[in-house]
């Protein structure tokens, strides 16, 4: 399945106060690198924008007024994202918007399957602020040109934490096992490829001793597998 990482802005927090869309991108993945194939507007939201909002990403209805409406980008869109899965930080914000969006031009919601990201972070890294700078910041990823929110930067620098955030999951058995695994069935064939055991390194022992005491801590003492470890 193709996978597209796509971030809005908006007019403010809620669709239904009448906010709408004001930058809309879209940028496709292939295998583990971002692609040039990529979809990026802004729009002309037919409001003014909340000053909170502005404050975040810059975008002003005097800036906005004359660009195209949602209604008139719709088809190349829907285009874009056709049959993908969206990858989208927050999603439900995202996905509240575009549907609005759709709405109001008498278009039935997406169907798209999606991927939180915020939501895996959360359970990834329970305790700890996984916004998407925070996020940038955990994985070492360069996010210093980031002085304001902007949906293609944003859609980039997201593509890169995904990355991060689902390191190792295609090689843990190495690349020669999975061109040649086969489904899994019961089997005593001794033959069979040896798991590749790939040793932690002190950074990555020390992230996983502290993401167990989170675990810990907001479970009050239910860690299971901290009881385990420590009965080794």
Sequence with gaps: ????????????????????????????????????????????????????????????????????????????????????????????????????????????????????????????????????????GRYEIDNAHRTLHGALLDTELLAEVYFAMTRGQESLLGEDVLKTRQPAVLSTDASRPMLRVLQPSTEEMAEHAQQLADIDKASKGACLWKKLESAV
Excluded: W
């Design 1 to 136: 399945m193709r996978r597209i990482v796509l971030d809005t802005e908006t007019t403010g927090l809620d669709p239904r106060q009448g906010h709408r869309v004001i930058e809309l991108a879209a940028i496709e993945l292939e295998g583990r690198k971002v692609s040039l194939r990529r979809f990026h507007r802004y729009l002309n939201p037919e409001r003014e924008v909340d000053a909170g909002a502005a404050a975040v990403h810059g975008l002003t209805y005097e800036r906005l007024q004359n660009e195209a409406k949602f209604a008139d980008i719709v088809t190349s869109f829907l285009e874009f994202v056709e049959g993908a899965e969206l990858i989208i930080h927050n999603a439900p914000f995202d996905m509240g918007f575009l549907n609005n969006e759709l709405g109001l031009i008498g278009l039935p919601p997406l169907q798209n399957a999606v991927t939180d990201t915020l939501k895996v972070a959360r359970e990834m890294h329970p305790g700890k602020k996984n916004s998407l700078d925070a996020l940038c």
